[in-house]
């Protein structure tokens, strides 16, 4: 099926450790991006790629780091996992910056 | 900046109700408008979208209008099902000098009882 994919659906962890999210997408988008999700629902951009290129990097702290090996895959690194970091994460990708944006499943993260 | 701003929720109706949930937004330019739905444990569905003033989007018998006058894009619906139920979420994207994310709204949960 052609989809965004991401992996892990649920990811529990302790504070402190570090992990990693992979989304890919088979639909031969040029952008990607990691959406994050609190826990009242809010959606807000955190990083945006163009093939390969980061094009977006909103406030987030540098204890997360996209990473795009090719332009089909954005994997999201996040070290040093504390409580606030707990949300849904959601990728997506466009087929370029401005068009129609189709959004994975999402991944619950649960620091403990 | 560009903001979208929906109706607070919990919106709670029965089934077969007529639904409305406002959305209003703030952007330069002329911005797409976009209606996504979220059902339970799921994630984010594209429901409709509008990309010029007076266009009309819909889908599933769902539907908005792009208001410019009112910087509007109400979600309506004539007749709710309880597998209606969902966080629906109101986004711009604006194409005059965006870095192509979208801007989402709040959220507004939806729950029909049958």
């Known amino acids: 099926d052609t989809a965004v994919s991401q992996t892990p659906k649920y990811l529990v962890t302790q504070m402190g450790n570090d992990k990693s999210i992979k989304c890919e997408q088979n639909l031969g988008h040029d952008t990607m991006y990691w959406y994050k999700q609190d826990s009242k629902k809010f959606l807000k951009i955190m990083f945006s790629?163009?093939?390969?290129?980061?094009?977006i990097n909103e406030t987030v702290p540098n204890r997360f780091s996209p990473k795009s090996p090719d332009k089909a895959h954005l994997n999201l690194h996040i070290n040093s996992l504390e409580l606030g970091d707990s949300a849904v994460y959601f990728c997506?990708?466009?087929?370029?910056?401005?068009?129609?944006?189709?959004f994975g499943q999402g991944t619950r993260l649960t620091v403990v | 900046g560009d903001s979208v701003t929906q109706m607070e929720g919990p919106v709670t109706l029965s089934e077969e109700a007529f639904l409305t949930i406002n959305c209003t937004y703030t952007?330069?330019?002329?911005?797409?408008l976009f209606w996504y739905v979220q059902y339970p444990g799921e994630g984010l569905q594209l429901l409709l979208k509008a990309t010029k003033a007076d266009d009309k989007g819909s889908n599933k018998g769902f539907e908005a209008t792009y208001r410019k006058e009112t910087t509007s894009f109400h979600l309506e619906k004539g007749s709710v099902q309880v597998s209606d139920s969902a966080v629906y979420f109101c986004a711009l994207m604006n194409y005059g000098g965006s870095q192509g994310n979208l801007i989402f709204g709040k959220g507004t949960k939806l729950s029909v009882k049958p």
């Open positions: 952007a330069t330019g002329y911005p797409s």
């Open positions: 997506a990708s466009s087929q370029d910056r401005f068009r129609l944006t189709l």
């Open positions: 790629y163009n093939n390969k290129e980061l094009i």
